[in-house]
């Protein structure tokens, strides 16, 4: 006797789907996507609509399969259309992730805003750019939280003036050439003197003479409509990052010293210990060897240098190293290996006398 595999009809289930939702005159509707491709069609990127929907029906739970019923979509978007409704869903809806594909687009979008800040800042000490991994660094040191709502180039324009309150940053100057008449060029010249822009160079010939300056991002507008619209010349942006003659490509040490945070004010007490911490006598350090390995090897926060780049990585790990981290922070003279030995253990016997009372 044969027997047939009886499958049950009477529920629908939609599986390894993208879930939108919408909720509407006290309702919920949702609409089954194909993964991966809702942020694409809002973005712009995927245009065929068959390629997003799973299907042009809407949904009260895509999960148990239950259908909308007409009434209550006339009631909420005044037509029982599902094709319209799921477009209006598509825009307007929110995307239901998980908790591991939530964490997973919000690490590629913190990578994202700090690709963006590290392209458009640089130190203005050192004249160089900071590193991806640096600009990770200060974003978690002042708590800075991904918002996924807001566009990634937003919120590193906004994360920029916030980082310029606590460390030494700068946003890089674009470079620009600006093309016009010769007679024109000394009012030119005249603005960009009133833009306090840095004048690189002039070339041209007599009829139109062409002027590369480096301006700051903020004055672009108004510099592009003097240009263009005043003077009826030519302008060109040559380079929106940091811009170093000679450097086809620049290099920075991802071991170099984080930037200090700029100094606060502090009371008069704090200034007088600070003054007297830094009058007292400091054991010398090991001396610089002589040639170009002795500058490679040298702790800027230790204030001393190694011969071998194998202990200058193992130097870089140690608690010696840390705790003049700590203390570069607040300001304060960093310590020999000694003192700074002697200066925990003070700390950590300190500690112990809080765990009684007499």
């Given at each position: 006797?044969s ?6 009809v ?22 089954a996507c ?6 694409s ?13 799973q299907?042009?029906?809407v949904?009260?739970?895509?999960s148990?399969?239950v259908l909308?019923?007409?009434?209550d ?5 005044g037509?029982?259309d599902?094709?319209?409704i ?7 809806g929110e995307?239901q992730?998980?908790?591991k594909e939530?964490?997973s ?5 913190f990578?994202d805003?700090a ?5 458009k800042t640089f130190?203005?000490?050192t004249k ?10 200060l974003?978690?040191?002042?708590h800075f ?10 919120q590193a ?5 916030e980082l310029q ?9 674009l470079?620009v ?7 024109q060029?000394p009012?030119?010249?005249e603005?960009?003197?009133?833009w ?5 160079s002039?070339e ?7 002027v ?8 672009y507008k108004d510099?592009h409509?003097?240009v ?10 040559l380079?929106h990052s ?6 086809t490509?620049v290099d920075y040490?991802d071991q ?18 600070n003054d007297?911490?830094?009058k ?5 350090v090991t001396k ?8 490679q ?9 190694f011969e ?10 140690s608690e010696?190293?840390?705790?003049n ?6 300001q ?5 290996e000694?003192e ?6 003070l ?7 809080k765990?009684?009372s007499?």
């Amino acid at each position: 006797m044969s027997r047939s595999i009886v499958q049950p009809v009477g529920q629908k289930r939609l599986t390894n789907v993208a879930v939108v939702r919408l909720k509407k005159h006290g309702m919920r509707f949702e609409i089954a996507c194909y993964p991966n491709t809702v942020l694409s069609w809002r973005s712009g990127v995927e245009k065929d609509i068959d390629e997003v929907l799973q299907s042009h029906t809407v949904y009260t739970n895509v999960s148990k399969g239950v259908l909308a019923k007409s009434k209550d979509l006339n009631a909420a978007f005044g037509t029982d259309d599902h094709s319209s409704i799921c477009l209006e869903i598509l825009k307007k809806g929110e995307l239901q992730v998980a908790g591991k594909e939530r964490e997973s687009m919000l690490s590629s979008q913190f990578r994202d805003i700090a690709t963006i800040v590290m392209h458009k800042t640089f130190n203005p000490e050192t004249k160089r750019p900071y590193t991806i991994s640096m600009i990770e660094r200060l974003m978690r040191d002042i708590h800075f939280a991904v918002d996924p709502n807001s566009t990634s180039k937003k919120q590193a324009l906004e994360l920029i003036q916030e980082l310029q309150k606590h460390y030494p940053i700068k946003r890089c100057p674009l470079r620009v050439r600006a093309a016009a008449p010769e007679e024109q060029v000394p009012v030119l010249l005249e603005k960009l003197s009133e833009w306090k822009a840095t004048v690189i160079s002039q070339e041209g010939t007599a009829a139109q003479l062409s002027v590369v300056f480096e301006l700051e991002p903020g004055l672009y507008k108004d510099c592009h409509d003097f240009v263009m619209n005043k003077m009826h010349g030519r302008f060109e942006v040559l380079a929106h990052s940091l811009y170093v003659d000679g450097d086809t490509h620049v290099d920075y040490n991802d071991q170099e010293d984080m930037p200090a945070p700029l100094p606060q004010k502090t009371p008069e007490s704090v200034l007088e210990l600070n003054d007297k911490l830094q009058k007292q006598t400091i054991s010398s350090v090991t001396k610089p060897a002589e040639g170009q390995q002795a500058k490679q090897n040298k702790c800027n926060t230790c204030d001393v240098f190694f011969e071998d780049a194998k202990l200058y990585r193992e130097h870089h790990k140690s608690e010696w190293h840390k705790h003049n981290m700590k203390r570069k922070t607040r300001q304060l003279p960093p310590l020999t290996e000694e003192e700074c030995t002697a200066d925990m253990d003070l700390f950590e016997s300190k500690s112990d006398l809080k765990d009684y009372s007499f």
